[in-house]
């Protein structure tokens, strides 16, 4: 079996997962992951799917058919991850340009690695004032204490707060 990740973006409107849903059962593809949003008017997403060698090029051919999508078809490649390793937390702050750059600095230098990261910006209830809210997963290096990667990302500013889970 061969496993494709699938980029997808298209103007939003009803019906585009079920067209793309259809078009891989009816090539025998097998829907295995992915995290699919609405976002400024647009859908857009990550699919991974499995596939028998055999149904591989009718798969891919029939995915670059669907005229409200642009798909982009990768071949994936077989990968481990350590869920012993893995740190998996809530980052709330106030929004400002460039939290992200900061935030993904702070894990780098530690050595670890965004397995997911999900965010939004919503009103402060009570102030008004926007937050970022963000929800990670990170893959940390053997010997990599979680205290310090959590201390590391509260030292970026006084009003970000880091919750594991």
Do not use: C
């Amino acid at each position: 079996m061969k496993q494709l990740v699938l980029t997808i973006i298209g103007k939003d409107k009803a019906g585009l997962v079920k067209q793309l849903a259809k078009v891989i059962n009816e090539h025998n593809g097998n829907w295995m992951a992915s995290n699919l949003s609405h976002l400024a008017g647009y859908f857009a997403g990550i699919v991974q799917i499995e596939v028998a060698e055999p149904d591989l090029g009718n798969l891919t051919a029939a995915l670059q058919q669907l005229t409200d999508l642009e798909i982009k078809v990768q071949l994936g490649e077989q990968s481990e991850l350590d869920k012993s390793q893995q740190l998996r937390f809530v980052i709330t702050g106030n929004d400002r340009p460039g939290i992200v750059r900061e935030l993904s600095t702070v894990l780098s230098h530690k050595g670890a690695n965004i397995i997911s990261f999900e965010s939004h910006k919503q009103s402060a209830p009570n102030w008004g004032v926007p937050l970022f809210h963000a929800d990670a997963t990170v893959q940390l290096p053997a010997g990599l204490n979680r205290d310090d990667v959590t201390q590391a990302l509260e030292a970026i500013a006084t009003d970000i707060v880091v919750d594991l889970e």
